[in-house]
């Protein structure tokens, strides 16, 4: 195998507390009701839009003022403190660490925004870990869509079939096979394991360690 595309959130990062945090703030503030951190785990996966969205819509009523306002309040605090709560999971650098010392790319694509994914990759993972890593751009679709992923692939020079794609969600699924490529859930993130197989995933794990393994006999 050439080359290991991640997803984010959910598959290296555990920011679900940073992500309801930011979101029930949000919406307290304008007055709406908030909710349990695993409702974030729904809300989550399509990018910050989509996330607003889909939390307003589950208070019952709302108007697009409002959800201009609330989108724009999240977007504000957010971007302000984007490492608060947020770390990796456990395994997670040592598995990195492993796959470089394989000699293996790594790659990141994320639907949260460019400048926020590069910020927390950065701080938290730190830039020897990952080759490149890319959130959402005006110039690609979200997740699924495979267009960012095979943008990254070309850039780290890797082949589709000695590359893998790793992510949590079905989106994450989804857009590796889009991208024809390997696919690897994990069921640590935000999602269920029933989830990634009705997505179709090739391979589902518990922990970081098996994933090298599993790249390295592919």
Partial sequence: ?????????????????????????????????????????????????????????????????????????????????????????????????????????????????????????????????IDLCHGARDSFPLKPDPASTLDILGELKGEREHSVFVGDTAVDIETGKAAHLHTIGVKWGFRTEEELKGAGAEFIISEPSELFDIIINL
Wanted: charge should be negative; avoid cysteine.
């Fill in 1 to 129: 195998m050439k080359a290991v595309i991640f997803d984010l959130d959910g598959t290296l990062l555990n920011t679900i507390d940073t992500i309801a945090y930011y979101g029930n703030k949000a919406l307290s503030d304008f007055g709406f009701p908030t909710f349990p951190v695993d409702r974030y785990k729904y809300f989550a996966g399509n990018g910050a839009v989509k996330l607003i969205r889909r939390a307003l819509e589950a208070t019952g009523k709302y108007t697009e003022e409002d959800f201009d306002k609330v989108f724009a309040h999240y977007n504000e605090i957010y971007n302000a403190d984007s490492l608060y709560l947020t770390r990796p999971y456990d395994g997670i650098v040592e598995m990195l660490k492993k796959l470089k010392e394989a000699g293996i790319k790594t790659g990141i694509i994320s639907n949260k925004p460019d400048f926020a994914t590069v910020d927390v990759v950065k701080k938290v993972l730190g830039e020897e870990l």
